[in-house]
C-alpha cells in the first residue's frame, strides 16, 4: 500500500473552511483514499474515503486530484469540536495488508 | 457511542500485576484489532484476528497475550508489564481484515506504575 504525507499541524479559525492536505504520490490505481480524526485521547473516527471522484457526506468533503497522487479533506464550517488529529491513508479495497496510520495533521480550531 | 465497547476506561496497575482489557462489538464484524498509541506517537498495530484466528502479531513481547473467543469479544491479558507499556489501547473491528472501514474502540488509558 502506498505511504502518505501530511503537513504536522494545521490550525483554522472557527466557522472557516478547513482544508487538509495529503499527498499520496505513490498510490496505485486500485487503492482508496481514506480519512480518519482522532480526537484527543478517543479511538479515530472514519471520516470519508474515496477512488478518484470527489465525495461529500455530512463531515466533510474529499477532493481527489486527477492523477490521484493527492487529496484534500475540506471541513466547510469548522468548529471547536473539529479540533483533532486528521489521518489520510491508502489501501487497496478488499486486500489483506493493515494500513498503517502515520503521525497525521494535528488541526486546531481556535475561536 | 461507536458500536465497539472498551473496559475499563483507565486502569493503573502495579509492575507484577496480572490485569485484562475487554473489548465487544456487535456490529456482525469478523476482524478485530488491537493497537498501543503511546504518549506523542503514532498508533502500532499490535495484533489483528480474523473469523477468531490471529492472522498479525507484530512483533509484540509476550507480557502482552491477546484472546479472541468468539467475533465479537477480544481480550488482552497483561502480565509483568513496564512503565514504558502506559499508553492508550485501542481495539477496532471491520467487516473483513483489512477492509475499508475500521470502528474503533474508546480506547483502555493503561498506566503501570
Known amino acids: 500500500d502506498a505511504k502518505t504525507t501530511q503537513p504536522p499541524s494545521m490550525d483554522c479559525a472557527e466557522g472557516r473552511a478547513a482544508n487538509l492536505p495529503c499527498n499520496h504520490s505513490t498510490i496505485s490505481g486500485n487503492e482508496y483514499v481514506y480519512w480518519y480524526r482522532q480526537i484527543h485521547s478517543q479511538g479515530p473516527q472514519y471520516i470519508i474515503h474515496g477512488l478518484k471522484n470527489n465525495e461529500t457526506n455530512e463531515m466533510a468533503s474529499l477532493i481527489i486530484t486527477e492523477d490521484r497522487k493527492s487529496s484534500t479533506l475540506i471541513l466547510p464550517h469548522a468548529t471547536l469540536r473539529d479540533t483533532a488529529v486528521y489521518y489520510c491513508?491508502?489501501?487497496?479495497?478488499?486486500?489483506?495488508?493493515?494500513?498503517?496510520f502515520g503521525r497525521g495533521t494535528s488541526l486546531i480550531v481556535h475561536p | 457511542e461507536t458500536g465497539v465497547t472498551q473496559t475499563p476506561r483507565h486502569l493503573v496497575m502495579g509492575m507484577t500485576n496480572k490485569k485484562s482489557l475487554k473489548c465487544e462489538q456487535h456490529l456482525g464484524h469478523n476482524a478485530m484489532y488491537w493497537y498501543k498509541q503511546s504518549a506523542k506517537k503514532p498508533l502500532e498495530l499490535m495484533f489483528v484476528y480474523n473469523f477468531k484466528e490471529q492472522t498479525e502479531n507484530n512483533s509484540v513481547p509476550s507480557r502482552f497475550s491477546p484472546e479472541c473467543p468468539n467475533s465479537s469479544h477480544l481480550f488482552l491479558h497483561l502480565h509483568t508489564l513496564q512503565p514504558e507499556d502506559s499508553a492508550l489501547y485501542l481495539c477496532a473491528s471491520s467487516q473483513e481484515e483489512g477492509a475499508r472501514g475500521y470502528t474503533f474502540g474508546s480506547g483502555t488509558r493503561l498506566t503501570v506504575v
Open positions: 491513508i491508502v489501501r487497496v479495497e478488499g486486500g489483506s495488508y493493515i494500513p498503517t
